[in-house]
């Protein structure tokens, strides 16, 4: 299986704030990587798509980077609404698998 | 607009047998390039991938599981079964399905709300 690290588990910042959570994979993916939003009792959100893709909807201040193995989301200004836990995914391969997870908590 | 809505027992006993039936509408399964996921979440715990059916009805599970989940579709009904079998406390967690699709580099990006299965005898 692929495994996605996540660094940090956990951030405070404020609003305004930039915010920049790293995905690392146990192997090359390509550029087969996504990032979802998901707030306490909801289901995630899809953010981004195949690195960079924004999804339609998202707002513009979420971006994408990487390739290979290493790979960013960045939050150019932090809102009120962006406090909540960010999860990256693979699907270049099955199993598709998730990292572990940050929470982006309010400073 | 695509939905999808889980459904399914919210409290089944150890040993038993998980059934959930994921509702979707928005798109056919029978299209080339999509796939319904379902994956899951322990109260508290990262998300898990579960298993993938796909408009071919290619299957395919989460390997340490494998022996114990089933997928099927039933496109006339647009609707997705997952089985879970031998049930254990571990396994309580909130269930979703997702769609996937093949332009959008088969990320899940629609998701069901969830339903919350504990498993207790």
């Known amino acids: 299986d692929i495994q996605l690290t996540q660094s940090p588990s956990s951030l405070s910042a404020s609003v305004g704030d930039r915010v920049t959570i790293t995905c690392r994979a146990s192997?090359?993916?390509?550029?087969?990587l996504n990032w979802y939003q998901q707030k306490p009792g909801k289901a995630p959100k899809l953010l981004i798509y195949g690195t960079s893709s924004l999804q339609s909807g998202m707002p513009s201040r979420f971006s994408g980077s990487g390739s290979g193995t290493d790979f960013t989301l960045t939050i150019s200004s932090l809102q009120p609404e962006d406090f909540a836990t960010y999860y990256c995914q693979q699907s270049f391969l099955t199993p598709r698998t998730f990292g572990q997870g940050t929470k982006v908590e309010i400073q | 607009q695509i939905t999808l809505k889980e459904s399914g027992p919210p409290l089944v006993k150890p040993t038993q047998t998980l059934t959930l039936t994921c509702t979707f509408s928005?798109?056919?399964?029978?299209?080339?390039?999509?796939?319904v996921n379902w994956i899951r979440q322990p109260p508290g715990k990262a998300l898990e991938w579960l298993a993938l059916?796909?408009?071919?009805?290619?299957?395919r599970y989460r390997p340490s599981l494998k022996n114990r989940l089933s997928i099927t579709k039933d496109t006339s009904k647009d609707q997705v079964v997952l089985t879970l079998t031998d049930m254990d406390p571990v396994d309580t967690a909130t269930y979703y399905c997702a769609h996937s699709k093949s332009s959008s580099s088969f990320a899940f990006d629609f998701w069901g709300q969830g339903t919350v299965v504990t498993v207790s005898s």
């Open positions: 192997q090359s993916i390509i550029r087969d």
């Open positions: 928005g798109f056919s399964l029978s299209t080339s390039g999509v796939g």
């Open positions: 059916i796909y408009w071919d009805d290619d299957k």
